[in-house]
Nanobody
Framework: VQLVESGGGLVQPGGSLRLSCAAS????????MRWYRQAPEKEREWVAT????????YYADSVKGRFTISRDNAKNTVYLQMNSLKAEDTAVYYC????????WGQGTQVTVSS
């Protein structure tokens, strides 16, 4: 199992980024997939979930209405579209899959600053 995040970078407040989480070793359509983030000197926090069935999506209150989680089964990739970014969104973003045990990617840095 491998998860590889990409798409992070430096963006101005109000801007947008789309993060990708490319998976290998399993199908993203068969497990719930989640995005987390960790800001400097803070604990890692959950951001969004996309369920394996339906699928349904869930968001932390801090990002609801601004972020959208989605997946492309053909590319075996999960995305996090982030709009109206704020300085407090600055963090390393990780995707996670739980397949008996949790698997994490290496993370991608998102910096929101003018």
């Amino acid at each position: 199992v491998q998860l590889v995040e990409s798409g992070g970078g430096l963006v101005q407040p109000g801007g947008s980024l789309r993060l990708s989480c490319a998976a290998s070793g399993f199908a993203v359509s068969t497990y719930d997939m989640r995005w987390y983030r960790q800001a400097p000197e803070k604990e890692r926090e959950w951001v969004a979930t996309i369920t394996k069935t339906s699928p349904r999506t869930y968001y932390a209150d801090s990002v609801k209405g601004r972020f959208t989680i989605s997946r492309d089964n053909a590319k075996n990739t999960v995305y996090l579209q982030m709009n109206s970014l704020k300085a407090e969104d600055t963090a390393v973003y990780y995707c996670k899959a739980t397949i008996n045990v949790p698997y994490w990617g290496q993370g991608t840095q998102v910096t929101v600053s003018s």
